[in-house]
């Protein structure tokens, strides 16, 4: 399997290894988007932020609560943008 890349402006193709862990983690993305869409799984994610910040209970969000709230949005960021660029093949 040849698959093209340029690295340092010259262009080289990945080695045998390589290209098996690209197609390797192809497949792991592949798989998970398959039971629910980068859309649902967003849904989900800023549903559940949403309700826990306009609980009650929201005047007791510790500073802790809120760096685990950023990370969940550091992820639904990188799950939109894995849903948008997964390739077909």
């Not at 005047?59 to 390739?87: F, S």
Request: hydrophobic share 40%; charged share 25%; aromatic share 8%.
């Amino acid at each position: 399997m040849f698959i093209n890349s340029k690295l340092k402006n010259e262009q080289r193709p990945f080695t045998e290894a390589e290209a098996q862990m690209l197609f390797k983690q192809h497949e792991t993305i592949k798989e998970f988007f398959e039971r629910d869409s980068s859309v649902e799984i967003v849904n989900s994610l800023n549903t559940l932020v949403e309700t826990f910040l306009f609980s009650e209970d929201s005047d007791n969000v510790t500073p802790e609560m809120r760096v685990h709230i950023a990370n969940q949005l550091r992820v639904v960021t990188l799950i939109t943008k894995l849903g948008e660029t997964m390739v077909k093949w």
